[in-house]
């Protein structure tokens, strides 16, 4: 192309030639008041290049700062630019990842930038006897105080199958694209740094990934729809993040998923059906969002599950009678929603339950019966809630229980003898209720009973038990904490 076309005195004409085979690629017009590293990134975004390349000057490399601008090494109006392909082996990928990172800063970086096998670098490890020319297979830098972003060669290891840079709180910049190449990559840790910006969409490449680990960053947006392509994952971990989005339906094609856990973000919309695909799921736990509408039947298939938890959402409606249907669960965290309607009878098939956490909602009728079967339960938590009638006498059967809390509810009648049988409670609150009666003696039995609170209700005062006394007067001694001793609104 002629200069003489070109009228803006600040503009300079490259005609870029591969530098191996001399062919001509484009012609590209430029500012002299870019600097030779402005150059180089408009050249990979003309030709949507991804790679590295190297720029030669008049068939020379040249190398130059950011403060190099082209008007102070260039006195032409036209010049011919080569380009070279960069290849970058191993070394020179974990030099690059040394360098980026301020190594010279790390916590242990033994052999690093050596002449030792790649094998004896701190945090790597290879495919032995391979005659592949990459051979790194576990990059592990764990609270090893890595600083910067994470450099977008990385993505050249090809053979690259666990990549841990977990708890590094000086990582941050955003998840780089490049990481999406790592075809063979199994476990993604990038847990408790300080990653911003949002999850790439691009990650639904790393169709081989058992476990994914992004909890505890800064990451916004929305959870991408393609990470339902990661059919082999295992583990998802997206907790203590800003996400914003719905959880998208295709996160049910996750069929080996043995762990969700995408707590406290900003989540909206409904918990999708597809989640009852997820028949391998042990642990869920969706809490601390802000999640809506009803709690889909669907959850009913977690036939695997053991964990539960939807805790602190704005979920209404019902607790889906198909919950009694989760019999390996331990853990079941309902708490702080909006959940109206009676407790399932079937509660009482979660005869492995440890943990049923209710509190907080809106939920009326009785206490069911049948919760006398969840003989492993530790911890029932009721409280403020609506539910009336009295406390069934079959609370009595669950001999582990050590925190029954059923104050601020509409109980009624009076407190069952059989709360005596459960000699290991430590903390029992059934204050602010409608409870009548004595309070029965057999609370004595309650050896280790710490915290003991039965105010607000309507008890009778004219017959504390003797067995009572004894047992706040031994308690006070010794954990040195005082029992409520003001029982009723009325005598």
Do not use: A
């Amino acid at each position: 192309m002629n200069c003489n076309n070109n009228k803006n005195d600040n503009i300079i004409i490259f005609h870029i030639e591969d530098i191996i085979s001399r062919k001509p690629i484009y012609t590209l017009f430029i500012e002299n008041d870019k600097t030779i590293e402005e150059l180089r990134e408009r050249i990979l975004y003309d030709l949507d290049y991804e790679d590295d390349i190297i720029l030669h000057f008049d068939n020379k490399n040249i190398f130059f700062t950011d403060f190099d601008v082209l008007s102070y090494i260039i006195d032409k109006k036209e010049e011919r630019l080569g380009i070279e392909y960069k290849k970058y082996n191993e070394r020179e990928i974990l030099e690059k990842f040394y360098y980026s990172m301020i190594g010279r800063n790390w916590v242990l970086q033994e052999n690093w930038l050596s002449d030792k096998p790649l094998s004896k670098w701190y945090g790597i490890d290879v495919i032995e006897n391979s005659d592949n020319n990459f051979i790194i297979k576990k990059i592990d830098f764990n609270n090893n105080f890595l600083f910067g972003k994470i450099p977008k060669e990385i993505g050249k290891l090809s053979n690259l199958q666990e990549l841990k840079l977990w708890n590094n709180k000086y990582l941050t910049g955003s998840i780089p694209l490049e990481i999406c190449k790592l075809n063979n990559l199994k476990i993604l840790n990038l847990l408790n740094n300080n990653l911003c910006k949002s999850i790439p969409k691009e990650i639904g490449k790393l169709i081989n990934l058992q476990k994914l680990y992004l909890r505890f960053n800064k990451l916004t947006g929305e959870i991408p729809k393609e990470i339902g392509k990661l059919i082999n994952l295992q583990s998802l971990d997206l907790s203590k993040n800003k996400l914003t989005s719905e959880i998208p339906k295709e996160i049910g094609n996750l069929t080996n998923l043995q762990e969700l856990y995408l707590l406290g973000n900003k989540l909206i919309g409904e918990i999708p059906n597809e989640i009852g695909n997820l028949m391998n799921l042990q642990s869920l736990d969706l809490s601390k969002n802000q999640l809506t509408s009803e709690i889909p039947k669907e959850i009913g298939n977690l036939t695997n599950l053991q964990v539960l938890n939807l805790s602190d959402n704005k979920l209404t409606g019902e607790i889906p009678k198909e919950i009694g249907n989760l019999t390996n669960l331990h853990s079941l965290n309902l708490s702080k929603n909006q959940l109206m309607g009676e407790i399932p009878k079937g509660i009482g098939n979660l005869i492995e339950l440890s943990e049923l956490i209710l509190y907080k909602n809106q939920l009326n009728g009785i206490i069911p019966k049948s919760i006398g079967k969840l003989t492993n339960l530790r911890c029932l938590l009721l409280f403020k809630n609506k539910l009336i009638g009295e406390i069934p006498k079959e609370i009595g059967k669950l001999t582990n229980l050590r925190c029954l809390l059923l104050f601020k509810n509409k109980l009624i009648g009076e407190i069952p003898k059989e709360i005596g049988n459960i000699i290991t409670l430590e903390n029992l609150n059934l204050s602010m209720n409608i409870l009548q009666g004595i309070i029965p003696k057999e609370i004595g039995n309650l050896v280790n009973l710490v915290d003991l609170e039965l105010s607000k209700n309507y008890l009778s005062k004219k017959k504390i038990p003797k067995e009572f006394k004894d047992l706040q007067c031994k308690k006070k001694k010794k954990y040195k904490r005082q029992f409520t001793t003001t029982y009723n609104k009325n005598q």
